[in-house]
């Protein structure tokens, strides 16, 4: 007899903006009635407010995360057509940047975590490198920016899903010579719209980021390079401002729920996502392994459990990667893991009851799925 549907849909992912609505209201009306919309005082502030919370000397607001790791490798200085590393499994606008900024990706293999590390870097040959913190974990960057060190390797990181997350007590976005950062509306950190940022202390690099995101213009009306429009607008930065002085509150919320989860799971043969070390995870995302993923989503979908799947193919496989990167080593870990891994619900509304539900109701898809195989 199979399980009935007891508990309301419970969606993968669920955005509750009213709150900050409310908050910047006042500032809203006074930006709009200014006409203050593009690179106004509100830009500014977040930027100013964004540098230190990452810890950083200065951030670059920009149009999407795509843009800001454009811009940042466009500003990095590197030779055109450098070797840049990349885990295979991140989210195909990393790859992308790569290209745009007229680079070579080079696709490498993940740990168990989903990573990239050392391991996976001993013995290539790279000029740059980008580590993607993803599913709110991140990179061992003090192991990587060690072997950097020893390289010569440029370090981007990739902080589009980890806003918050920590390593020995430091946030990420601080240890490589930049950061980019997506504020997409689904993040940690997320606007109302398209928006990102870059982090970083070279204040040379900043001043290009600055002139590439506005045509090119370091000083108004001289345009030094081809760039193009890829700021950050006024009301997004006034989102962003609010909503970035409630991640702490969101990080300690989703770190909660987190934890409701890994009690809940904590008997079945599941590798579940957590702290490893001082590298402190911040649940963007709440990954798990299953078998006959495709039938186990469906099931629970069915049943009221919206999941997602982040990513279900890997960069170097997908059709517009073709020709453009290099995979010295096939990445055998991120391929069997790209048709394993499912998302479960993940947002701070979540309470301890839809947590139970979720937990109760994948164990039973699991062992009813495993008695049929049977």
Not at 319 to 331: I, Y
Request: glycine share 10%; charged share 20%.
């Amino acid at each position: 007899m199979g399980q009935a549907v007891t508990h309301e849909p419970i969606p993968a992912v669920r955005i509750d903006n009213e709150a900050v609505f409310e908050a910047i209201l006042p500032r809203l009306r006074e930006t709009v009635l200014a006409g203050r919309f593009i690179l106004g005082e509100e830009v500014s502030e977040f930027e100013g407010a964004a540098a230190r919370f990452f810890g950083c000397e200065w951030a670059v607001g920009t149009s999407s995360g795509t843009s800001a790791l454009t811009l940042a490798l466009r500003g990095s200085g590197l030779n055109p057509k450098s070797r840049v590393g990349v885990p295979a499994n991140t989210f195909f606008a990393t790859l992308e940047a790569i290209v745009s900024a007229g680079h070579i990706p080079v696709v490498l293999d993940v740990g168990d975590d989903y990573l990239i590390s050392p391991q996976q870097l001993d013995g290539q040959s790279l000029d740059a490198l980008i580590p993607v913190h993803l599913f709110g974990m991140p990179v061992d960057m003090l192991a990587v920016m060690q072997l950097a060190l020893e390289k010569g390797w440029w370090v981007l990181e990739d902080c589009s899903q980890a806003h918050g997350a920590t390593i020995e007590g430091k946030s990420i976005g601080s240890f490589g010579n930049a950061a980019g950062f997506s504020a997409y509306p689904t993040k940690n950190l997320g606007a109302w719209g398209d928006a990102g940022f870059v982090t970083g202390s070279d204040p040379e690099l900043r001043d290009k980021i600055q002139a590439l995101r506005h045509h090119g213009q370091f000083v108004p009306n001289v345009h030094e390079s081809i760039a193009g429009t890829d700021r950050l607008d006024s009301i997004q930065a006034l989102v962003l401002l609010e909503k970035l002085r409630r991640l702490p509150g969101e990080v300690e919320a989703r770190r909660e729920i987190a934890a409701w989860y890994q009690q809940a799971l904590a008997d079945l043969d599941l590798f579940l996502p957590g702290d490893m070390g001082l590298r402190c995870h911040v649940y963007h995302q709440f990954v798990v392994r299953v078998p006959d993923r495709e039938h186990v989503r469906g099931r629970l979908q069915q049943l009221g459990v919206t999941t997602g799947i982040h990513y279900p193919t890997p960069i170097h496989l997908q059709p517009g990667a073709e020709g453009l990167c290099e995979v010295p080593t096939r990445p055998l870990a991120a391929e069997r893991f790209s048709t394993q891994i499912l998302s479960l619900p993940m947002y701070p509304g979540l309470t301890r009851e839809q947590v139970d539900y979720v937990a109760s109701t994948l164990s039973y898809v699991l062992s009813s799925h495993l008695a049929r195989r049977r």
